[in-house]
């Protein structure tokens, strides 16, 4: 290995110094106690341990050239993005050995990276990864052979994306794991990837990032950091999109119909290279994007986004109306963006949001007892969320999943010279390594208000505990061995204990928690139920009889709670003489966070309806954002619900399958392939063309297809392409310019399958000479 330039790794320690103020412990310095969270890092390593090493291996082992040991799982592991989740459990391994030092853990990590060394040094040339028929890719794009996509590069499943997380594995390996093997390979796995790269010119790298690609920018920085060469960080900064770079550093929010967590990790990136290089734009377009979400583009859960995507920030209407929310992914890379701004800058509303979207959202997903994960956590009224199991559903929801829940230590606390941040009332225990300092945090938050902290060693220190935003100004209470302590700090920033510590000191904080309401962000009329800062929500059952599966198959759209949609108007609500009515909101006795609100929801099972925390909520439908009305407006409310979306669900009723052309997810899951092809947004409608064709796959479960409806735009009037359908030609298109809106739909009839009996339809565009195919903004297969 180089030696470390000596002038650089100066220069990297003092860019280290100035960006980060403040630093979280090792997770290994943190032990859970008894709680919600410890409950769900245990279900979490049981699901871990019930992942077979060898499984995962298998795509790795395949691209080798060498034997398998065991076939892949199924699902994304089998269809394109094989060896992803390879990545994610070697992170996850390294996190929950870090969290509980469990010696079981550390021998399935060892295991698994000697595994991928052995393919390594088959590979001969640095490279790991599990991407089908990867080296023919990456030899094509050595060699200038370039065609990036919105999620591919060469007709290959985002393949960056799926090798950031072996990088990010081996990262975790050997910084939590202890593994030098790991850090071995990781720098070869970059040297790899700056060859590759050397041969591309600027405008190619641009280009090829415009395929979802993970956080490359943020490993690449990484291993700066941790050999100390500046050849790596100018790879961060040459993996950095410029596309989104640009318009964060200049303030603006261009983020409308990006797909969201494409863009998360990249900004992740920018602030770790803005730190590095003490570059102040990229750490304000950082702060910019964070800022941004949080305040115009997130939900009281804390999540963001519809189907995958960043919607219109001033029109939430999709939210509401779609099944797909907020992606569990996406909240997974917001809060490990959240943790290095906090470093950097520590406000209290870092921690604010850090506590709303660990409770509402990471908590949440997964399922007690058995584990299993969410991907998509619906808005819509009435709706519910399904699992992945074990040995199905390989989604990246699962891979960050299986983080989340080994890390929940990794926050609470944080340190800053001779200060002592606690930023979350999770009990726990830390030891304070630098200073000798042991400390151990009860509490039975959030169901009571109220934590306490005993010193068990002593020393001289600041304790800054977090005044949260949900507790009223001036009713935060401290009091150390009894005593009450001024509390000058106001909520949204950090209240200051100094003193000299010693053994057996107890510091007990008061936080009174309110019920209050949180409209929707677009100020439409829907609005959450909080209490401090836990959403509360409730169980519904609108069809007695019925018999949901919570548990999501191996199909490539099995994250989908694909059950029946209950119309709006059936929803219960809030209904009113007028909207001062949190009086009405009760306790349950002796049900921690349990409230009734009698005489205030009406609908379908009104009266025994029970308010209850969201990560308390599974198995069943629920109502987390509920409409408001008075009384005499009732009737009106419910008609014009019925009437907004009467068309909607008759047409959702008669679609036996569809896709949204442009939007990553939907056409990876319908085996998207094309040459040629380019994709992009046109008024916030996502769109499809090529200058040569593309072709999607569509499953027809009962063959009563009969109808392919097609969405169109005036705006490419003249274009001429065949439909094909399973080799045969349907009909040739040349589209018209005097459609009424500007966005339209035709219909084409497709040859009758035979009733009852399962087909697939493999539907093609292919462009004449001179034309394009497309733009397809919507494809619908119907009865």
């Known amino acids: 290995m180089k030696l470390i330039p000596i002038a650089f ?73 094989d060896g992803h989740l390879g990545g994610h459990y070697l992170s996850a391994l390294a996190l929950m050995y870090a969290s509980t030092g469990d010696p079981e853990v550390l021998k399935r990590l060892n295991y698994f990276v000697a595994e991928l060394k052995r393919c390594q040094e088959a590979n001969a040339n640095g490279y790991i990864g599990g991407i089908p028929g990867g080296k023919d890719v990456w030899n094509a794009i050595a060699q200038g052979k370039l065609q990036a996509d919105n999620f591919s590069v060469n007709g290959k499943w985002v393949p960056w994306y799926n090798l950031h997380k072996v990088y990010a594995g081996l990262y975790d390996a050997w910084r939590l794991g202890g593994n030098a093997d790991a850090k071995a390979m990781l720098v070869s796995l970059s040297d790899w990837a700056l060859e590759l790269s050397t041969h591309l010119t600027p405008e190619q790298m641009q280009q090829m990032l415009r395929s979802e690609h993970g956080g490359m920018n943020e ?92 919607h219109d920030d001033k029109d939430y209407s999709s939210m509401v109306q779609e099944t797909e929310g907020p992606e569990t992914c996406n909240t997974y890379n917001m809060l490990k963006l959240t943790e290095l701004l906090f470093q950097g800058d520590q406000k209290g509303s870092y921690g604010d949001y850090y506590e709303r979207a660990l409770y509402n959202h990471i908590l949440s997903s997964q399922r007690p007892d058995t584990g299993g994960f969410v991907y998509f956590t619906p808005m819509r009224p009435n709706h519910y969320r399904v699992y992945s199991q074990v040995d199905k559903g390989m989604w990246c929801c699962v891979g960050s999943g299986i983080e989340s829940h ?110 209050r309401l949180e409209q929707m962000p677009d100020k439409s009329n829907y609005y959450a139920v909080l209490h401090g800062p836990i959403v509360l929500a409730a169980k519904t059952q609108p069809f007695a009889s019925e018999k949901l599966n919570y548990f999501a198959d191996d199909s490539r759209m099995g994250h989908i709670a694909q059950g029946p949609v209950c119309p709006l108007e059936a929803a219960p609500l809030f209904v009113n003489d007028s909207k001062a009515f949190l009086d009405k909101f009760k306790p349950v006795p002796g049900q921690p966070l349990t409230f009734r609100a009698p005489g205030l929801v009406q609908g379908p099972g009104a009266e025994s309806t029970r308010f209850i925390p969201f990560f308390r909520l599974h198995d069943s439908r ?158 619908r297969l119907l009865r």
């Open 9 to 81: 790794a100066l220069q990297l320690a003092l860019a280290a110094q100035a960006g980060y103020a403040a630093e979280l412990f090792s997770l290994s310095d943190v032990r859970l106690s008894p709680s919600p969270f410890l409950d769900a890092q245990n279900t979490d390593l049981k699901y871990i341990l019930e992942l077979e090493p060898d499984k995962l291996l298998a795509p790795f082992l395949r691209e080798a050239g060498l034997s398998k040991k065991d076939g892949s799982y199924g699902n994304w592991e089998s269809s394109g993005l």
């Open 219 to 310: 490993v690449f920085a990484q291993v700066a950091e941790m050999t100390g060469d500046k050849k790596y960080l100018a790879l961060a900064i040459k993996f950095s999109h410029q596309a989104i770079l640009k318009p964060l550093e200049e303030g603006r929010d261009q983020l409308t119909g990006l797909h969201a967590n494409t863009q998360i990790p990249k900004v992740i990136g920018f602030k770790r290279i803005g730190d590095m290089t003490g570059d102040p734009k990229w750490q304000q377009a950082a702060q910019f994007f964070w800022q941004t979400v949080r305040d115009h583009r997130t939900v009281a859960i804390g999540g963001n986004s519809v189907k995958e995507h960043f």
């Open 406 to 515: 080994a890390k929940y230590g990794e926050f609470i606390y944080a340190h800053e010279g001779d200060a002592l941040f606690v930023n979350l009332f999770i009990p726990s225990t830390l030891n304070w390594k630098a200073k000798g300092i042991q400390l151990r945090q009860e509490t039975r938050f959030p169901d009571e208000d109220r934590t306490s902290i005993t010193l068990e060693s002593g020393g001289r220190f600041t304790m800054k505990v977090r005044y949260p935003e949900w507790v009223a100004r001036g009713t935060l209470t401290i009091r150390v061995n009894g005593k009450a302590v001024k509390v000058d700090a106001k909520p949204g920033s950090y209240a200051a204990i100094a003193r000299e510590w010693k053994a057996g000191d107890k510091v007990e904080i008061q936080l009174p928690m309110k019920t």
């Open 622 to 779: 629920y109502m987390m954002y509920w409409q408001q009305t008075t009384p005499a407006n009732l009737a009106v409310m419910r008609a014009a619900n019925a009437r907004a979306e009467s068309e909607r669900l008759a047409l959702d009723a008669i679609t036996v399958d569809q896709v949204a052309p442009g939007e990553q997810q939907p056409e990876s899951d319908h085996f998207f392939k094309g040459e040629g092809a380019d994709a992009g947004i046109n008024k916030g409608r996502h769109w499809r063309h090529a200058k040569a064709w593309f072709s999607y796959e569509l499953n027809d479960k009962e063959g009563a297809a009969k109808t392919l409806r097609l969405s169109f735009s005036r705006a490419d009037a003249g274009r001429k392409f065949d439909i094909v359908v399973n080799g045969e030609l349907l009909e040739t298109v040349i589209l018209g310019r005097d459609a009424a809106d500007e966005i339209y739909t035709r219909d084409f009839a497709i040859p009758a399958g035979h009733p009852g009996q399962p087909r697939k339809l493999t539907v093609k565009f292919v462009a004449h000479p001179g034309s394009m195919a497309g733009g397809l903004y919507g494809l």
